[in-house]
């Protein structure tokens, strides 16, 4: 080894590829000691360890490979990690993924490696037991190498449950050489063509947008389209609801209805206040084109139990890529939410961003407001058309015991003044049912923290938010105690040293004020830059705190009618300076204010 990997190793020239003498180099050597020049070479040159070392050496022994064509075949698997590869190379790169995991040898993975092997898929201990329940693990005790290949090889299956091998939590088996590449060195990711387009009308009586298969006049005579770039499954991945499906069919014309909508409110001349929008009930009406209140609740119930199903196929800490877009408490208006939307783009891929951008909405979306339900409807409807998009981030709001407690300003009666008693309690229990499986925060590109409310004292940790909150979470009482604070908790409105700690909270005995020191720790130990929460109304929509370490967000402007905020959203995106930028865009609030003490 000493002689094998001077610095020159790293470039290797063709004549000394592998060591002196190339190929001749290692016949020369015993059995055992090829082995070892292999695990060695492969740790200097592609940064594996030994048991990512062995793992490719078993998966490169078929048709009796010699140790030095072993070495070059996984050289190339390695530097082809993409779906470009050929079949062989990802056979045994697949092959090589079950070895690493079979860490006993004994060519079976027992229920722990496939664990383990889930383990790194998912976030948390209870993702994992879910996801071996819904792929069909939950009763098997052991997987030999041919069903691991087959199951792995199933996307739709993996899928289905939003796992992918390529987004193993570390790809330890690939080496950290290959994990530390450059953009420059990075293989460019595998190239497909969409079969659909998305047609645009201009006609000035019924402008609409519309998604049409590519016809024969779009392409070349004879025209036959290389495998290679063909697309697999929609694009909006294999847990959306399906084209074709009454779940599909209501949510997109929901989706559809409301950015028109969004678009004709904000080229209005007079603005005015979301509790004088629409009063007439006949929202629920335009949503789904159905006037029988009957009907209404049907649609709701489909939507919410499409929707429960994906929540509850992902953790309770999400990860989110950038770039994205941070919504704060909404709180039922309607009219705000499709406003900033208008404004600043649209989750939709007819003339919106959603196909570039993901979106967080961080809870409180019902309580106090005119439109609560139908709040409610149009983010689960964007939740299963666009279910790797949009994240639904829980609040203190999404609760049964706070809907009730807010009479009649909450959430259920809501419900029931819009469809009366018996659909409305239908209703208000079939939306709940997704609350209980909603996560309780978001973490975008491993670096900026969303969640409602705030740290409390601190003392908990992502890994807490992985692992320990129990679902479906029907109260606050069935988790941990910093769920509350994950909830409720505020920060302290100074950065000043006597504001540091730990504090009482106005809100109750039971949650904590913290202080820039409690946002400071927590983000150096956790690993993260910034918090992005929510819960306060704030004079801008937005309110930089902490040394820039938090951010209080608020979507709803002129809060209940009796407030003169704006309201806004944050944009998470990579800049071209290659930093990933927070920047505040605003809604600005109007002169409409009811000041009605009664409303807040």
Wanted: net charge negative; aromatic share 8%; hydrophobic share 35%.
């Amino acid at each position: 080894p000493d002689m094998l990997y001077g610095a020159a190793c790293r470039q290797p020239e063709p004549e000394t590829r592998g060591g002196d003498g190339g190929e001749r180099g290692w016949t020369k050597l015993t059995e055992s000691e090829q082995l070892e020049r292999f695990l060695s070479a492969s740790k200097n040159e592609l940064g594996m360890d030994r048991r990512a070392g062995m793992a490719w050496y078993r998966a490169s022994g078929v048709m009796r490979r010699s140790a030095f064509e072993r070495y070059e075949l996984v050289k190339e698997a390695v530097s082809k990690m993409d779906e470009r590869a050929d079949v062989e190379t990802r056979l045994i790169a697949s092959s090589a993924l079950f070895h690493f995991y079979d860490e006993d040898q004994d060519g079976r993975l027992s229920r722990n490696e496939i664990a383990a092997f889930m383990r790194d898929m998912c976030r948390g201990e209870d993702h994992v037991i879910w996801c071996m329940d819904a792929i069909g693990l939950g009763e098997c005790s052991e997987l030999t190498e041919e069903a691991f290949l087959r199951l792995i090889s199933d996307k739709r299956k993996m899928q289905s449950v939003g796992l992918r091998t390529r987004s193993l939590r570390t790809r330890r088996f690939l080496g950290s050489h290959s994990r530390q590449q450059s953009d420059s060195e990075a293989l460019p990711p595998k190239v497909v063509l969409d079969p659909r387009q998305v047609l645009a009308s201009n006609d000035t009586h019924c402008p609409d947008v519309t998604s049409l298969w590519i016809g024969p006049s779009a392409v070349n005579k004879e025209f036959l389209l290389d495998p290679t770039l063909e697309s697999e499954g929609d694009w909006r991945g294999y847990i959306a609801a399906p084209r074709g499906t009454i779940e599909h069919s209501i949510a997109s014309g929901v989706v559809s209805r409301m950015q028109n909508l969004a678009l004709k409110t904000r080229w209005l001349s007079e603005d005015i206040g979301d509790e004088e929008w629409e009063r007439n009930g006949s929202l629920l009406s335009r949503m789904f084109k159905e006037d029988t209140i009957e009907g209404q609740a049907d649609r709701i119930m489909i939507i919410m139990g499409a929707c429960k199903n994906i929540v509850a196929l992902q953790p309770t800490l999400v990860h989110v890529p950038a770039p994205c877009k941070v919504i704060g408490d909404l709180h039922g208006q309607l009219r705000d939410m499709l406003l900033l939307l208008s404004s600043f783009g649209f989750p939709s891929h007819y003339g919106g961003d959603i196909e570039s951008t993901a979106y967080i909405f961080n809870g409180d979306w019902v309580d106090r407001g005119c439109h609560q339900l139908e709040v409610v409807v149009l983010l689960c409807a964007l939740k299963i058309l666009y279910p790797l998009k949009i994240f639904l981030v829980r609040g203190n709001h999404e609760f049964r015991a706070q809907n009730e407690f807010m009479g009649k300003v909450g959430f259920r009666q809501a419900c029931i003044t819009a469809l009366g008693e018996q659909e409305g309690e239908n209703v208000y229990h079939s939306v709940h049912e997704v609350f209980d499986w909603l996560p309780l925060s978001a973490l975008i590109e491993d670096s900026i923290l969303t969640l409602h409310g705030g740290l409390g004292d601190g003392t908990w940790g992502l890994k807490n938010l992985a692992d320990d909150i129990p679902r479906p979470l029907r109260n606050e009482a069935q988790g941990p105690a910093f769920v509350t604070q994950v909830l409720w908790s505020d920060p302290t409105d100074s950065d000043a040293f006597m504001a540091h700690g730990v504090h009482p909270n106005p809100r109750g005995s039971h949650i904590q004020t913290f202080g820039q020191d409690i946002t400071h720790k927590f983000c150096l130990r956790e690993g993260v830059q910034c918090i992005i929460r929510s819960h306060q109304c704030v004079k801008d929509g937005y309110k930089i705190m902490h040394g820039g370490r938090l951010i209080t967000l608020f979507s709803a402007r002129n809060y209940a009618s009796a407030e003169s905020n704006d309201g806004a959203l944050l944009l998470v995106a990579y800049d071209d300076n290659g930093h990933l930028r927070i920047r505040p865009k605003r809604l600005q609030h109007s002169s409409f204010v009811c000041e009605d003490p009664s409303a807040s």
